[in-house]
């Protein structure tokens, strides 16, 4: 049984940063995994946020969150991170954590339907 745990979440103001991290247990070898975070704001859908293949070669960003966030993993640690710098009060959201069997990113990467493992979730929130 997989299992993701995400963590680092809290509240922020404007401009500042967090680090979350998932931490993936029980399942396969981590570096069979691509790692991706989602993200879902009060009334919205979920939507994604960033994804990184299983050896850390290759990343996607979403466009809101490119330059600021940056994505990365140790295969060592079983763990994916998320860094996250001059936050936003729009970047107010619960965080999840996603793992796709299949560890190659693409084009087919942001969308819900490829992960099939998913983390409870972690609340951030940036105060203005």
């Known amino acids: 049984q997989v299992q993701l745990v995400e963590s680092g979440g809290g509240l922020v103001q404007t401009g500042g940063s967090l680090r979350l991290s998932c931490v993936l247990s029980?399942?396969?070898?981590?570096?069979?995994?691509?790692m991706a975070w989602f993200r879902r704001a009060p009334g919205k859908e979920r939507e994604f946020v960033a994804v990184?293949?299983?050896?850390?070669?290759?990343?996607i960003y979403a466009d809101p969150v490119k330059g600021r966030f940056t994505i990365s993993r140790d295969n060592a640690k079983n763990t994916a991170a998320l860094q996250m710098n001059s936050l936003k009060p729009e970047d107010t959201a619960v965080y999840y954590c996603?793992?796709?069997?299949?560890?190659?990113?693409?084009?087919?990467?942001?969308?819900?339907?490829?992960?099939?493992?998913w983390g409870q979730g972690t609340q951030v929130t940036v105060s203005s």
């Open positions: 029980g399942g396969r070898t981590f570096n069979n995994y691509a």
């Open positions: 990184i293949s299983w050896n850390g070669d290759s990343t």
């Open positions: 996603a793992a796709d069997n299949y560890g190659v990113i693409g084009s087919s990467s942001s969308a819900e339907y490829e992960y099939d493992y």
